[in-house]
């Protein structure tokens, strides 16, 4: 399978089979920033999903198309690892009726236009949000996101609850984490769990973090049961086949909360992601609920508003935006510009302080990024403390149990999310 192109796109050529869908793709592909692409040159076909639908797809992409086809179902002891699929063209998603296709883009092409009666999806390259560092690293302020929420004064603790945070992976020799219950999966190919980034440890930090050295405490559930996904390289970048790796495993693994600090950029107009509402879908239907970043692409100062980034944008993810100390909305914080890509609620997100890969053992930062897991956190206690709801009633009980803010919903969704007494 050809590996996806997460740097430096190259320039297409042009006029080649204009008739194509296709070439809309390589327009945007060619026209956007070229440190930034938005996608990796491979493409989804989404299937039917009925198993026999599936079944019968495999065998066209086989004889009609020649392609070796591998599966999902295949990793029976091991969750999917695109190292291990150097000798296939294809791997199908059978819990999603996806399948990502990895070939030259000639061949696509040629599939596209045989009436083959698939829908041709380019696999998007996700990123971190852009991150709004800051030097302040006061613990004392770094934390208001737990008191204004009233994280800290909750009696429950996400005890019993599995929360996977999807990001760049976690320090698991951090000292923070030291005799917590943590599951790891790494779906980057050749690159291990552990986080040479920094922004997957501070995401899980916020969601199901603890204290710091002098007792400071920075985490929502801090005795939930973590499961961290490694879907990001340790650049902080990614394929969309990784993350949709990940969203299954979570939900297969019994995770209540999946927190998602990551996306790609939305244009105006453009609707969301099948593939991503096909794994939300999944995930719900196993009993997950889904929050994920709703983006800083935005500079409000400037009036630039810019929609909410994918995946948050899918009708079945709850996208969070971010607010400041003051409870305003955070500069950055994208808007619900396009129909699909609503925001759900609001957390803090501007200097927020968490756990950071050693020796640092702290930093702050700000972004949804850092709004998400506190969201994620508060929906790990709120199904603690109500053990056999369904994610739509913690979904209607997050937006129940919230401080209003005197902002349109397009900027803060239901408004401030608060912690269960």
């Not at 009925?50 to 797809?57: C, D, G, L, P, W």
């Not at 009726?97 to 041709?120: P, T, Y």
């Not at 999966?185 to 769990?193: K, Q, Y």
């Not at 935005?298 to 944008?313: G, K, L, M």
Request: proline share 5%; charged share 20%.
């Amino acid at each position: 399978m050809l590996p996806p192109k997460l740097g430096r796109p190259t320039a297409l050529k042009e006029n080649i089979f204009p008739t194509s869908s296709l070439d809309k793709f390589r327009k945007e592909i060619y026209d956007s920033e070229r440190d930034n692409p938005r996608y990796t040159g491979r493409y989804f076909l989404i299937l039917e999903k009925n198993s026999k639908k599936i079944v019968e797809a495999i065998r066209l992409l086989e004889k009609r198309w020649e392609l070796s086809v591998a599966s999902t179902a295949d990793f029976i002891t091991s969750s999917p690892d695109e190292s291990q699929l150097k000798d296939a063209d294809t791997l199908v998603f059978n819990d999603l009726g996806v399948a990502l296709v990895g070939v030259e883009e000639d061949k696509v092409i040629q599939m596209e236009l045989s009436g083959s009666g698939f829908v041709f999806v380019p696999e998007k390259v996700v990123y971190i949000p852009d991150e709004i560092p800051t030097d302040e690293n006061d613990s004392s302020r770094g934390t208001w996101g737990i008191h204004i929420t009233e994280v800290i004064r909750s009696t429950y603790t996400g005890a019993g609850v599995k929360i996977a945070v999807l990001d760049t992976g976690l320090d698991i020799s951090h000292p923070d984490f030291e005799g917590r219950e943590i599951t790891a999966a790494s779906f980057v190919p050749d690159e291990a769990i552990n986080d040479l980034h920094g922004h997957g440890t501070h995401c899980i930090g916020i969601a199901c973090g603890s204290a710091t050295s002098q007792g400071v405490r920075y985490g929502v559930a801090t005795h939930a049961h973590i499961y961290a996904g490694k879907v990001l390289n340790n650049q902080g970048s990614g394929a969309q086949s990784w993350i949709l790796n990940g969203m299954t495993w979570a939900a297969n693994k019994g995770c209540k909360v999946i927190s998602m600090s990551l996306g790609s950029r939305v244009l105006k107009g453009e609707s969301y992601d099948i593939a991503y509402e096909r794994a939300s879908q999944f995930a719900l239907s196993k009993g997950t609920l889904i929050v994920a970043a709703a983006g800083n692409d935005s500079r409000r100062s400037e009036r630039y508003f810019c929609p909410v980034a994918s995946p948050a944008d899918c009708p079945s993810i709850l996208a969070v935006a971010a607010i400041d100390s003051e409870l305003q909305v955070a500069d950055f914080s994208n808007r619900a510009i396009n129909p699909s890509g609503l925001v759900d609620i609001s957390a803090p997100g501007v200097e927020i302080l968490s756990s950071w890969p050693m020796p640092e053992r702290y930093h702050t930062l700000s972004g949804t990024s850092m709004s998400t897991p506190l969201v994620a956190g508060i929906a790990a206690l709120l199904f603690e403390k109500y053990t056999d709801a369904t994610p739509a009633m913690i979904e209607e009980e997050l937006r129940k149990n919230i401080h209003t803010l005197p902002f349109p919903a397009e900027d803060v969704g239901a408004g401030l999310s608060m912690a269960p007494k």
